[in-house]
Structures are given as C-alpha cells and as structure tokens.
C-alpha cells in the first residue's frame, strides 16, 4: 500500500536558520504530493503541491521539489522565522488506488520550533 | 468564500455511547472526506464520497462507524458504540472534483474524547 515517511520532530531551529524536513513515500503510480501545515490552534492548510516529476511547489518561502528517483519531496526554507513554528505534514494522492479513491495517505507530523 | 464547517468542536462521552459528527463543505465542492486523526499521527481516511456516492470506505471500521451524506452536500460520521481508541480528532475536508491533484480543504475538526 501507500505510505509517507518523514523526520520526526520536534525540529528546533534559530530563527534565520536554513530548513530541511526529510520526506519519502511509497506509491504505486505517479501520486500528487503535498505538505500540509498545521499552525497552533488551527486547521490543516495546504502549504504547497507537487503533480508530477520534477515540478517544484513552492508558497511562503518554502519550496519542495517532486523527486521521482529517489521516491523523495523534502520541505525546505532558506531563513525560518517565529511564526513559521508549526506541524507540517507530508502527504500524498494516489491516482491508481483504484475506483477513483483519492485520500490523502499522510506522514505522522513533523514539528517545528523556531526560536528567536 | 465559507470554508469547511463542522460541529460539534469538541465533544466528550463515555464508551459504549454514541455520537455523531456533522460536516458541511465548501459550496459546489462534490468531494467530501472524512479522517480520523489520533495524537501524534498524521490523519488517517475514513471515508469519501464523490456527491453522494462512497467512493472508498476500505478503511472505514463498519461495524461501529457510519457515514452519510444525503442529497450530495451535508454530511454525518457517527460512532456506535463508541471505544476508548475513538478519542481522536474527526477531520472534515472537501475538494471541488476528485482528482489527485486538487487540493483539500480542511475543516476546523471536532476533538473527541472517550472516557
């Protein structure tokens, strides 16, 4: 089946600090991947989105590249800040699952904590 | 534009008592999720529905959760009888076609705790 696995946490960075989050998955065809971020005390939010090999999302100064090779999709940020001290999720959407099924299989949350 | 609405926000009961989720997506989205999400992991599908039509309940404990969704937009998750292991939170998500690649919204959740 799918799966998604990524670092567990909790990250603990400097603010202005270079950010990797280490995400790999399992799928049977060419999923959408995603991360989703959940900041305290509200709802998942999609941060960004990969549809196919080689594409790169990118929002909020974060950016993750769709790395069919190495099955990979890690999170990066060039300088965190304060307020970017949340949960982020890797996740993906697996066309070939069958029937039209498209849930979202996600990893187990990474948290990240910036400090000033 | 209203995003995903659920109700009850959080809701406490004692095991072997049921109780019931509500879950209204955004206008005009078909797709409708259900996922259950325990502490310390990341959300787990329940349930989808394309309109009001399952699309996958593979991972959808039967014989004590159910899930509806009349006339393709409102929907329920309830659990009967509910166990200690139900305490979770109970995701609503809602996407405008069910594609791989469309995006999910995500409700507030309801946070359900089994005493």
């Known amino acids: 089946g799918n799966s998604v696995t990524q670092m567990e946490g909790p990250v603990t960075l400097s603010e202005e600090a270079f950010l990797t989050i280490n995400c790999t998955y399992t799928?049977?065809?060419?999923?959408?991947l995603f991360w989703y971020v959940q900041y305290p005390g509200e709802g998942l939010q999609l941060l960004l989105k990969?549809?196919?090999?080689?594409d790169k999302g990118s929002n909020k100064g974060f950016e993750a590249t769709y790395r069919k090779e190495t099955t990979s999709f890690h999170l990066e940020k060039g300088s965190v800040q304060v307020s970017d001290s949340a949960v982020y999720f890797c996740?993906?959407?697996?066309?070939?699952?069958?029937?039209?099924?498209?849930?979202?299989?996600f990893g187990k949350g990474t948290h990240l904590i910036i400090q000033p | 534009e209203a995003g995903v609405a659920q109700s009850p926000r959080y809701k406490i009961i004692e095991k072997r008592q049921s109780v019931a989720f509500w879950c209204n997506p955004i206008?005009?989205?078909?797709?409708l999720y259900w996922y259950q999400q325990i502490l310390g992991q990341g959300p787990k599908l329940l349930i989808q529905?394309?309109?009001?039509?399952?699309?996958?309940d593979s991972q959808l404990p039967k014989d004590r959760f159910s899930a509806e969704r009349l006339k393709g937009v409102d929907s329920t998750l309830k659990i009967q009888p509910a166990k200690l292991e139900d305490s979770a939170v109970y995701l609503c998500?809602?996407?405008?076609?069910?594609?791989?690649?469309?995006?999910?919204?995500f409700g507030p959740g309801t946070r359900l705790t089994v005493l």
């Open positions: 998500a809602s996407s405008l076609v069910q594609l791989s690649t469309d995006t999910q919204y």
């Open positions: 799928a049977t065809g060419y999923p959408s």
């Open positions: 990969a549809t196919k090999a080689d």
């Open positions: 996740a993906l959407s697996d066309p070939y699952s069958g029937g039209g099924a498209d849930g979202l299989t």
């Open positions: 206008s005009g989205h078909a797709t």
């Open positions: 529905f394309q309109n009001n039509g399952v699309v996958d």
